[in-house]
């Protein structure tokens, strides 16, 4: 897959665009960070009240636009008026329409708390198949619920997998996980969890890793050396910078 390094230096994923110095999940965030080197960007979505997959990490508003509504409750046309620290939410569409066309590799996250999983997942794969295959060759998905991705899979969504964890995860909910990945599937898990030996042990199995949330140079170029695909950042300028000395 294309998402592996390879020997290379890793490729630098924008989390939420360059949330450090533009409002996160906003078009000027993702534009930024392209501009400050990165190679994609990490992104989350979750469904309007008319079914438009829109990119917002949290469930309501307040956060990002000091307003009480969920996203889920609004439709689109009035999310995309909103604004969310000196951006407005854009859909996932106009977001694709600016991060592809710039060449950009794009992370998208279906979040897992939405009132309606499966929901999400159809509206995100028929988004995808609408577009021309040379244009979803830089996409790929992630979701700390395996139940999310398997459902992509069955809609047949074409595009590479990632699933998310973390050090909270009970080993139940690890091991419930790590069934139902498959060998060109990817993993993502928390920066800390991203010792030299687990990722040798998760590249063994085919898998592509990609450590988030790295803000710090230095576990930045530790990871780097111990052969990570890719690195989540708030600050791709900055990482940019130290993988290049
Ligand atoms: O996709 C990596 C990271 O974004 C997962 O956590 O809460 O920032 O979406 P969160
Ligand atoms: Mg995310």
């Given amino acids: 897959t294309r998402l592996r390094a390879r020997g290379g230096r890793p490729f630098v994923y924008g989390h939420r665009g360059a949330s450090k110095r533009a409002p996160e999940n ?3 965030a ?3 960070a392209l501009d400050e080197g990165a190679d994609g960007v990490e992104l989350d979505v979750r469904l309007s009240r008319d079914g438009i997959v829109m990119v917002a990490h949290d469930p309501d508003l307040q956060r990002v636009a000091k307003r009480p509504e969920r996203v889920a409750d609004l439709d689109a046309a009035t999310l995309r008026t909103i604004d969310a620290g000196g ?3 854009p859909t996932l569409d106009d977001t ?3 991060a592809l066309a710039r060449g950009a590799l794009v992370n998208v996250e279906l979040k897992g708390d939405v009132p309606d999983r499966l929901a999400l997942a159809r509206a995100v794969a028929s988004l995808f198949a609408r577009r021309r295959p040379s244009e979803r060759e830089g996409l790929f998905v992630s979701s700390f619920r395996p139940e999310i991705l398997v ?3 069955a809609l047949r969504a ?3 997998l990632a699933f998310l964890f973390d050090p909270e995860h009970t080993g139940e909910v690890r091991g ?3 069934r139902r990945v498959t060998p060109s599937d990817g993993l993502h898990p928390h920066h800390t969890l991203c010792t030299p030996g687990a990722i040798t042990r998760w590249h063994a199995r085919g898998h592509f890793v990609n450590a988030w949330t790295v803000n710090a140079p230095e576990r930045a170029l530790a990871l780097a050396a111990a052969g990570i695909d890719g690195l989540i950042t708030d600050d791709p300028a900055g990482l940019v910078a130290a993988l290049r000395r």
Wanted: aromatic share 4%.
């Fill in 96 to 98: 694709l329409d600016l």
């Fill in 151 to 153: 459902a992509l899979r």
């Fill in 176 to 178: 419930a996980l790590l």
């Fill in 87 to 89: 951006d407005t939410i």
């Fill in 158 to 160: 074409r595009v590479p």
């Fill in 30 to 32: 993702f534009a930024l």
């Fill in 26 to 28: 906003t078009l000027r």
